[in-house]
């Protein structure tokens, strides 16, 4: 439950990122990483596409096994 937070958080600040490139055509990862080439911003990238493909999950779980988990 707690990596599911993580996950839905760096997902969130993922789509406010590509929000921002489509809005006012500005990366914030790469304003803030010198570049969107550099290996900071491929790193973040990464990250945020790996809690996105995470996110996915939530979508297809069984909402009863979710509660019982919690309640665990």
Known sequence: MFL????LAL???GGLNWGCIG?????LVAF???GSG?????????????AA???LTLLFRNE?????????
């Open 23 to 27: 809005l006012f055509n500005f990366d």
């Open 32 to 34: 803030i990483s010198g």
């Open 4 to 7: 599911d937070k993580i996950a």
């Open 38 to 50: 550099t290996w900071l911003a491929r790193i973040i990238y990464t990250i945020v596409g790996l």
């Open 53 to 55: 493909l995470w996110c």
């Open 64 to 72: 009863d096994a979710q509660t019982r988990h919690s309640r665990a």
């Open 11 to 13: 997902s969130i600040i």
